[in-house]
């Protein structure tokens, strides 16, 4: 009987064993097999996710630490439509706090689209806003739990950064916005938005914990340090919006600039706008170039160009401040006449009073006598004509016909010589006449003082653009326009302070190929303290209707401007600061 | 004379063959003194136990794994929010700092913007104006702690490193 029930038992186990055997390779198989490789990389695409880490944008700061754009947090505000229970009251609240309408978000969360797992009601939504909603939904989930009252269950916020500008409208020509796609448009944010965005990082994110690795960092976009003074800005803008209201004029621009370094310490064009609203910039702005006029708008300048016409024919050796001439109110060349603004003659003249009383005819002499050559290739040197390569997105090129062109004619040298038939940007009008401030040295504008990344500073050294004309002509032409203003009695005299400037009244061409009758721009140049110039100011008036004249219009801009300015650039009167340079 | 060659046994019999050794062997064991069984039944029983203190162990590591790694996600979430919550504090700072806020502050203050004819200016003896503004800084971003080697390099390879630097002369390469 004991020998029977071994058999059955060693039968059983020898069964038993051949199951074990069986299934342990089965597994092996199934292990091992296509299928599971398959079914094995289906799993890992559900056990993480690639994320992209964006960097947070780097911060733009004025030239005393002030911050001009920064980031703040908004959130996306969406449902998770698998935790969703009550539609109506999520419909409801995002109607109630978000103001969006309740038919349309009942309907989207209530009939989503096939497969959706997700959707996202709204984006960006301010902090403000996404806390009041998040209140809402724990005060709702309380009364859940006791009541089981409506609910918020689903509704979920996802947090992210968004550019913001802490000085809304201030240097806003200057700045340019950031989109909600995060590209820059104009300005600096345009210009340097590859360096600011930094570089994104798209990593493997693990959701198991056993898994979890340290992500790794997506440093921080580089942080901009501009040239522009915050409060010289402010008080240059708030000058030039009164003066456009006042004047009634289409818009107004000015800049400041250091005449030794390049460094601009303030640029304004009307109209302004919110950064914060980038969407009103179509309501602003009809075209790009009128979201900074200084760089991105050409127009005919007048007779502030006069001044390097006057700079070119003393350094080309053509006359000397003392060369006089006999005005007789005309001058014929190629076939047409020169007259002056008042049509009228002004006798004997010498170059100081060339300039001093703006002759055109004086002007168009000059040119003549230093021939076409001579004077295109001073304005070329000068960069009448090409981009100064300001660091702002937009800049215009200008215009400027030399002899070759097929629309350049002989009387166009004339024209050109007083500000007609070449066209400027306000900014490349100041950089040619830096020259005239800085010894004979054209500096490049810049608005980037330096970068700073990972804890690194670079600043942005001073560039010669070239030397057009030599140290003793700049200095000689400074002096006449200085003994100019003197002797006009000029409004833009600012007791204490010797400035150098020359007005600008400019005939509007339209498109029929005439100048406007009823139309100017009034423009205004100027610099000083004429033996150390410190500061170099373009004012520019676009069509005013209160007055004909810029030395009415644009003169008393500059003014104001300079009275401020020695104020915050601590730029104490010429006796003072010559006392105090002196040997003690 | 003739030979036969022996049948090859099949595989089933081989492995009934192999089972009926073992089932012999263990009854032999089983008429074994009582104290060789004992002592065989204790070394199972400590083969046993120490496989249960690996299981436990590993089981042990893998939880503490797995809670670290749970940490890491908060720390790295809470590293995101500290993130936003700076870039919020500087420019909500920045907004009380504005140009536009500030001058409304100074108004309400009773101060008003100086005017030139206003100013006086004196002579302050070792007075340097400021020459421009700095953002350099020490604290620059370094590197991840996971990417030290420590975190990546084998114990061996760490050993061989640790005994490379210890037989280093001291002061290094001139």
């Given at each position: 009987?004991?020998?029977?029930?071994?058999?059955?038992?060693?039968?059983?186990?020898?069964?038993?064993a051949?199951?074990?055997?069986?299934?342990?390779?089965?597994?092996?198989?199934?292990?091992?097999?296509p299928?599971?490789?398959?079914?094995r990389?289906?799993?890992d695409?559900?056990?993480?996710?690639y994320?992209?880490?964006?960097?947070?944008?780097?911060?733009?700061?004025?030239?005393?630490?002030?911050?001009?754009?920064?980031?703040?947090?908004?959130y996306e505000?969406?449902?998770?439509?698998?935790?969703?229970?009550?539609?109506?009251?999520?419909?409801?609240?995002?109607?109630?706090?978000?103001?969006?309408?309740y038919?349309?978000?009942?309907?989207?969360?209530?009939n989503?689209?096939?497969?959706?797992?997700?959707?996202?009601?709204?984006?960006?939504?301010?902090?403000?806003?996404?806390?009041?909603?998040?209140?809402?939904?724990?005060?709702?989930?309380?009364?859940?739990?006791?009541?089981?009252?409506?609910?918020?269950?689903?509704?979920?916020?996802?947090?992210?950064l968004?550019?913001?500008?802490?000085?809304?409208?201030?240097?806003?020509?200057?700045?340019?916005?950031?989109?909600?796609?995060?590209?820059?448009?104009?300005?600096?944010?345009?210009?340097?938005?590859?360096?600011?965005?930094?570089v994104?990082?798209?990593?493997?994110?693990?959701?198991?914990?056993?898994?979890?690795i340290?992500?790794?960092k997506?440093?921080?976009?580089?942080?901009?340090?501009?040239?522009?003074?915050?409060?010289?800005?402010?008080?240059?803008?708030?000058?030039?919006?009164?003066?456009?209201?006042e004047?009634?004029?289409?818009?107004?621009?000015?800049?400041?600039?250091?005449?030794?370094?390049?460094?601009?310490?303030?640029?304004?064009?009307?109209?302004?706008?919110?950064?914060?609203?980038?969407?009103?910039?179509?309501?602003?702005?009809?075209?790009?170039s009128?979201f900074?006029?200084?760089?991105?708008?050409?127009?005919?300048?007048?007779?502030?160009?006069?001044?390097?016409?006057?700079?070119?024919?003393?350094?080309?050796?053509?006359?000397?401040?003392?060369?006089?001439?006999?005005?007789?109110?005309?001058?014929e060349?190629?076939?047409g006449?020169i007259?002056n603004?008042?049509?009228?003659?002004?006798?004997?003249?010498?170059?100081t009073?060339?300039?001093?009383?703006?002759l055109?005819?004086c002007?168009?002499?000059?040119?003549?006598?230093?021939?076409?050559?001579?004077?295109?290739?001073?304005?070329?040197?000068?960069?009448?004509?090409?981009?100064?390569g300001?660091?702002l997105?937009?800049?215009?090129?200008?215009?400027?016909?030399?002899?070759?062109d097929?629309?350049?004619?002989?009387?166009?040298?004339?024209?050109?010589?007083?500000?007609?038939?070449v066209?400027?940007?306000?900014?490349?009008?100041?950089?040619?006449?830096?020259?005239?401030?800085?010894d004979?040295?054209?500096?490049?504008?810049?608005?980037?003082?330096?970068?700073?990344?990972?804890?690194?500073?670079?600043?942005?050294?001073?560039?010669?653009?070239?030397?057009?004309?030599?140290?003793?002509?700049?200095?000689?032409?400074?002096?006449?326009?200085a003994?100019?203003?003197?002797?006009?009695?000029?409004?833009?005299?600012?007791?204490?302070?010797?400035?150098?400037?020359?007005?600008?009244?400019?005939?509007?061409?339209?498109?029929?190929?005439?100048?406007s009758?009823?139309?100017?721009?009034?423009?205004?140049?100027g610099?000083?303290?004429?033996?150390?110039p410190q500061?170099?100011v373009?004012?520019?008036?676009?069509?005013?209707?209160?007055?004909d004249?810029?030395?009415?219009?644009?003169?008393?801009?500059?003014?104001?401007?300079?009275?401020?300015?020695?104020?915050l650039?601590d730029?104490?009167?010429?006796?003072?600061?010559?006392q105090?340079?002196?040997?003690? | 004379?003739?030979?036969?060659?022996?049948?090859?046994?099949?595989?089933?019999?081989?492995?009934?063959?192999?089972y009926?050794?073992?089932?012999?062997?263990?009854?032999?064991?089983?008429?074994?003194?009582?104290?060789?069984?004992?002592q065989?039944?204790?070394l199972f029983?400590?083969?046993?136990?120490?496989?249960?203190?690996?299981?436990?162990?590993?089981?042990?590591?893998?939880a503490?794994?797995?809670?670290t790694?749970r940490?890491?996600?908060?720390?790295?979430?809470?590293?995101?929010?500290?993130?936003?919550?700076?870039?919020?504090?500087?420019?909500?700072y920045?907004?009380?700092?504005?140009?536009q806020?500030?001058?409304?502050?100074?108004?309400?203050?009773?101060?008003?913007?100086l005017?030139?004819?206003q100013?006086?200016?004196?002579?302050?003896?070792?007075?340097?104006?400021?020459?421009?503004?700095?953002f350099?800084?020490?604290?620059?971003?370094?590197q991840?702690?996971?990417g030290?080697?420590?975190?990546?390099?084998?114990?061996?390879?760490?050993?061989?490193?640790?005994?490379?630097?210890?037989?280093?002369?001291?002061?290094g390469?001139?």
């Amino acid at each position: 009987m004991r020998q029977q029930n071994n058999s059955r038992a060693k039968f059983l186990a020898v069964i038993f064993a051949i199951f074990g055997f069986v299934a342990i390779a089965q597994m092996l198989r199934i292990q091992y097999s296509p299928q599971a490789a398959a079914l094995r990389e289906q799993g890992d695409v559900y056990a993480g996710e690639y994320r992209t880490l964006y960097p947070e944008r780097g911060q733009i700061y004025d030239r005393s630490g002030y911050l001009l754009a920064g980031n703040s947090t908004v959130y996306e505000v969406g449902v998770s439509l698998q935790d969703m229970r009550n539609p109506h009251s999520i419909a409801l609240a995002m109607s109630a706090v978000l103001g969006l309408s309740y038919d349309e978000i009942f309907q989207y969360i209530s009939n989503p689209p096939d497969g959706a797992v997700y959707l996202v009601l709204k984006d960006y939504v301010s902090s403000e806003r996404a806390q009041e909603l998040q209140a809402t939904k724990k005060r709702l989930d309380e009364q859940y739990q006791t009541k089981g009252d409506a609910t918020l269950a689903g509704l979920n916020f996802s947090a992210h950064l968004q550019r913001s500008y802490p000085e809304y409208e201030l240097g806003s020509n200057v700045i340019g916005f950031v989109t909600r796609e995060g590209r820059g448009y104009f300005g600096v944010e345009e210009k340097y938005d590859d360096l600011l965005a930094g570089v994104p990082v798209t990593v493997w994110v693990p959701q198991d914990p056993n898994r979890a690795i340290e992500l790794p960092k997506a440093p921080k976009g580089t942080d901009l340090v501009l040239t522009i003074d915050r409060e010289i800005q402010a008080a240059v803008e708030q000058i030039l919006v009164e003066a456009v209201r006042e004047t009634q004029s289409k818009s107004g621009t000015v800049i400041v600039m250091n005449p030794k370094n390049g460094e601009i310490l303030a640029m304004v064009s009307t109209p302004q706008m919110d950064l914060n609203e980038f969407w009103t910039y179509t309501d602003t702005y009809q075209y790009a170039s009128d979201f900074n006029r200084a760089v991105s708008t050409q127009y005919e300048p007048g007779s502030v160009i006069k001044i390097l016409t006057m700079a070119a024919a003393i350094d080309s050796g053509v006359v000397a401040p003392g060369t006089t001439y006999l005005d007789m109110g005309y001058y014929e060349i190629g076939g047409g006449y020169i007259y002056n603004w008042d049509k009228g003659a002004w006798g004997v003249q010498d170059m100081t009073g060339c300039l001093q009383n703006s002759l055109n005819v004086c002007m168009a002499r000059l040119a003549s006598q230093m021939g076409t050559e001579t004077y295109y290739t001073y304005m070329r040197r000068f960069g009448i004509g090409r981009p100064t390569g300001i660091d702002l997105a937009g800049e215009a090129v200008g215009r400027l016909k030399t002899p070759g062109d097929a629309d350049w004619y002989e009387i166009d040298l004339a024209t050109n010589s007083f500000g007609q038939g070449v066209a400027v940007t306000p900014l490349q009008m100041l950089t040619a006449a830096s020259a005239l401030a800085n010894d004979g040295r054209m500096v490049y504008p810049h608005v980037l003082y330096g970068m700073v990344n990972n804890g690194n500073q670079y600043n942005t050294p001073t560039q010669i653009m070239g030397t057009p004309i030599s140290p003793q002509t700049a200095r000689t032409v400074s002096e006449m326009l200085a003994i100019g203003m003197e002797r006009g009695e000029s409004l833009a005299q600012v007791e204490g302070y010797r400035l150098a400037g020359k007005t600008g009244t400019a005939q509007i061409p339209t498109d029929s190929g005439y100048y406007s009758p009823d139309e100017i721009n009034a423009s205004f140049i100027g610099w000083g303290p004429v033996d150390n110039p410190q500061f170099m100011v373009y004012v520019w008036l676009e069509k005013p209707e209160t007055d004909d004249w810029a030395s009415f219009l644009a003169t008393p801009v500059f003014k104001e401007v300079v009275e401020k300015l020695v104020v915050l650039m601590d730029i104490p009167p010429d006796v003072i600061r010559q006392q105090l340079a002196g040997p003690p | 004379m003739t030979t036969t060659s022996a049948a090859k046994p099949g595989k089933t019999k081989r492995v009934f063959a192999a089972y009926a050794e073992a089932v012999q062997t263990f009854d032999s064991a089983r008429s074994m003194p009582l104290n060789v069984q004992r002592q065989w039944v204790i070394l199972f029983a400590v083969v046993i136990a120490i496989v249960a203190m690996v299981a436990g162990l590993y089981l042990d590591v893998t939880a503490r794994a797995a809670i670290t790694g749970r940490e890491i996600q908060k720390l790295e979430l809470a590293i995101a929010f500290s993130a936003r919550t700076n870039a919020d504090y500087e420019t909500d700072y920045a907004r009380l700092m504005s140009n536009q806020v500030m001058q409304a502050r100074a108004s309400q203050a009773g101060f008003e913007m100086l005017d030139r004819e206003q100013v006086d200016y004196m002579v302050v003896p070792g007075y340097l104006p400021a020459s421009g503004i700095t953002f350099a800084s020490s604290l620059a971003e370094t590197q991840s702690v996971s990417g030290a080697p420590e975190y990546h390099e084998s114990l061996l390879t760490w050993l061989a490193e640790a005994a490379r630097e210890a037989s280093a002369p001291l002061g290094g390469l001139r």
